[in-house]
């Protein structure tokens, strides 16, 4: 290839090894979610509000970088697994307040496995995990005051 189209080879692109480590890491999570009869976004909802216990559903998607069309129907299949509820804030009945259930807390304990599991699948030791977690959340950090 000439060189005038170096740069926009695959192989030279940043975004193509991000996009495919991406989907890579997301399958080597199904089989420990198949288990919590969890998809992995599911996964990922699931873990804010076993951290925070009730979220505004607006923060919610700003944590997980989600837009709403992409978090209701989430929502909408975790409640109907009953491991949230929804509810309208009393403040303010434009909000949603997300909470978990006790079915939806009960599973915390089923998902303490996961986390070691992937760490198990990934060829990585911890200090190159830690690197890479550092320049994943900068580059994250830098685009949300960018958004500002």
């Known amino acids: 290839m000439n060189d005038k189209y170096e740069s926009i080879r695959l192989r030279n692109q940043l975004c193509f090894p991000l996009y495919a480590v991406s989907n890579m890491i ?7 979610l ?11 909802v699931m873990m804010v509000l076993w951290e925070e216990e009730k979220v505004n559903e607006k923060l919610l998607c700003e944590t997980l970088c989600l837009k709403s069309n992409t978090v209701a129907p989430l929502l909408k299949k975790l409640e109907s697994k009953g491991y949230i509820k929804k509810s309208k804030d009393s403040d303010d009945e434009r909000n949603i307040i997300i909470s978990l259930t006790k079915t939806g807390e009960k599973l915390k304990d089923k998902a303490l496995d996961v986390p070691k599991g992937i760490a198990c699948r990934i060829n ?4 190159e995990a830690m690197t890479l977690y550092k320049i994943l959340y900068k580059m994250l950090d830098e685009d949300k005051k960018e958004g500002d």
């Open 124 to 127: 990585l030791s911890k200090e």
């Open 26 to 32: 997301t399958r080597k999570y199904k089989p420990l």
């Open 34 to 44: 198949d288990e919590l009869d969890l998809t992995y976004t599911q996964y990922i």
